[in-house]
């Protein structure tokens, strides 16, 4: 039988009363130590189990309760509110902690647990995913007692925004949808923000954020009901942001477990002995389109790599979508490079067209190149925490003097000692 410990990092000691526990005798926290974590504290480490206890007011919550039932805590949230619990709630959680870790719930258990207090739910899958089974994580149903509702709602509420409502419900979702993973309920609640309060800048970032973070997700973490309404939103997120066509419907894709039908650009590096002139340099071609992107690829025969970018939009649409981005810097996966594998483009708009290229050096001994774009364009909000190797990189792969002045400027707007403005500086000299 395995040691039954808090879920929470909060506990408070109550007082028996009667045949049972539940006189709480005050607000001491961990024993009057709130900064250490009760997880953690060597008094639990043996000898606890844990049940519902009955508060005076009548409510069971959750509680700790020593074998010998010498005496007894009470988990607490982060805002020192004990943690309701149903009779038959404490019953199942004890009987997964006696198998811990569990890699599934049964569908008994599973709807017990679904119709727990939401902190106690976060909590639970939050020690497993911390913890887990040796070798194999939790099964991806296990997530589904999570309140997904509540992302439903969100979802309908923001595409209805995006397609022009005036109004709809304001939905807050938390923190308790954070073991799912990859926090793109965050970037749902930053888009709703943005849309709600007019911030061009904070719906974009919001936006962005949303696809990046959808491609990292497991979609089997989420039930079907919300898989299919952030797709609706997924299908709609063009009509405020062009630029994330392409990222959008490989998000879509994700999460309807299909296949989005696009392979990287593939190109050999070997070339042959040239007839003629030793001097010639000659060229792989390749194009990609990754609506509204078009990448032009080649490899050289000198041993680099030239990517050219440009957007298929008009003139007024690209007029409207950038500005709020500040720079537009596109990300692309290159396998092959000496330096690290992505590198941001930076897109100059000049003249209704937005454009912008890089070259970087072929890794000795590369025979293949692989490229496509990776992920939703960055702005300049998203750069100060980009990592700082590969903005240097990126930065010295500017090939043309109007992307290394987007590079500076965007230097300058960063504080001195910022470790990106330094990659920055490193990278155009």
């Known amino acids: 039988m395995m040691t039954h410990r808090p879920l ?32 953690h504290l060597p008094e639990f480490a043996a000898g606890w189990r844990h049940e519902a206890l009955r508060l005076p007011g009548g409510e069971t919550v959750l509680g700790l309760v020593r074998s010998d039932r010498s005496e007894a805590v009470v988990e607490l949230t982060g805002t020192a509110r004990p943690i309701p619990v149903t009779a038959e709630g404490a019953l199942v959680l004890a009987s997964v902690e006696d198998h811990w870790p569990p890699r599934a719930f049964d569908p008994t258990a599973a709807a017990v647990l679904a119709a727990q207090d939401e902190d106690l739910r976060h909590l639970l899958l939050a020690r497993l995913v911390a913890e887990g089974a040796e070798g194999a994580g939790p099964v991806s149903e296990v997530f589904h007692i999570l309140p997904w509702h509540r992302v439903d709602a969100l979802a309908r509420a923001v595409t209805s925004l995006v397609e022009g409502a005036v109004t709809a419900p ?33 719906a974009r970032t919001g936006a962005g954020s949303l696809c990046a973070r959808l491609l990292l997700l497991d979609p089997d973490r989420l039930p079907a009901s919300t898989r299919e309404g952030l797709r609706e939103l997924l299908a709609v997120l063009h009509r405020i942001d062009p630029f994330l066509r392409a990222s959008a419907q490989r998000a879509a894709a994700r999460l309807a477990a299909a296949d989005h039908g696009w392979t990287p650009a593939e190109l050999d590096s070997r070339f042959a002995a040239a007839a003629g002139s030793t001097q010639e340099v000659r060229r792989a071609r390749a194009e990609l389109s990754r609506e509204p992107f078009g990448l032009r690829i080649a490899v050289t025969s000198t041993g680099s790599v030239e990517i050219g970018v440009e957007a298929a939009l008009p003139a007024e649409e690209i007029e409207r ?14 396998e092959g490079l000496r ?20 070259t970087a050096p072929l890794a000795p001994g590369a025979t293949t190149v692989r490229i496509d774009q990776d992920g939703p364009p960055l702005g300049s909000d998203d750069l100060p925490l980009a990592d700082p190797a590969e903005v240097r990189d990126s930065a010295r792969a500017a ?19 910022h470790p990106v ?9």
């Open 339 to 358: 330096s690290g594998g992505r590198l941001l483009v930076a897109l100059d708009h000049r003249r209704g067209r937005l454009s912008g290229s890089v």
């Open 8 to 39: 929470s990092n909060w506990v408070t000691a109550v007082r028996r009363d009667g045949a049972g526990f539940g006189r709480v005798p005050g607000t001491t926290i961990n024993g009057g130590d709130e900064r250490a974590d009760a997880r």
């Open 321 to 334: 979508a950038t500005t709020a981005y500040g720079a537009l810097l596109l990300p692309v996966r290159v």
């Open 170 to 202: 304001d939905i807050r979702l938390g923190y308790v949808f954070a073991p799912a993973g990859s926090r793109f309920t965050a970037a749902l609640e930053q888009l709703d923000h943005g849309l709600r309060s007019a911030e061009r800048s904070t």
């Open 399 to 417: 090939d043309t003097r109007s992307g290394r002045r987007i590079w500076s400027d965007l230097a300058a707007g960063l504080p001195a000692g």
């Open 421 to 429: 403005r330094a990659a920055i500086e490193e990278g155009i000299g």
